[in-house]
């Protein structure tokens, strides 16, 4: 099982760029699905993006389609979120997550990474 860490968090203005890298350990990365969820304040876990460790599909929630783009590099064992004209609303706690079976719930996760994006 791969453990994951992230980074690149931070605080931004509003329209600003961040990139967040989650580092996984282990030889089996390539076989994962990566997802990046995110936690505001009050509100529960959901996830932004995601990408397959099949075929590189990707998947976006609306709130971010056009403006993150999630990304991985398996020769690095890292996946990305590119994430551009960052508003207020995109403030909380982001995660890594990856699972082997794609019918199944992410479980593996990151410790998380604080996005604070002000207006």
């Known amino acids: 099982q791969v453990q994951l860490v992230e980074s690149g968090g931070g605080l931004v203005q509003a329209g600003d760029s961040l990139r967040l890298s989650c580092a996984a350990s282990?030889?089996?990365?390539?076989?994962?699905?990566m997802g990046w969820f995110r936690q505001a304040p009050g509100k529960e876990r959901e996830l932004v993006a995601a990408?397959?460790?099949?075929?590189?599909?990707?998947y976006y929630t609306d709130a971010v389609k056009g403006r993150f783009t999630i990304s991985r590099d398996n020769a690095k064992n890292t996946v990305y979120l590119q994430m551009n004209s960052l508003k207020p609303e995109d403030t909380g706690v982001y995660y890594c997550a990856g699972k082997v079976v794609l019918s199944r719930p992410y479980d593996t996760w990151g410790q998380g990474t604080q996005v604070t994006v002000s207006s």
């Open positions: 990408v397959s460790g099949s075929d590189g599909s990707t």
């Open positions: 282990g030889r089996t990365f390539s076989r994962y699905h």
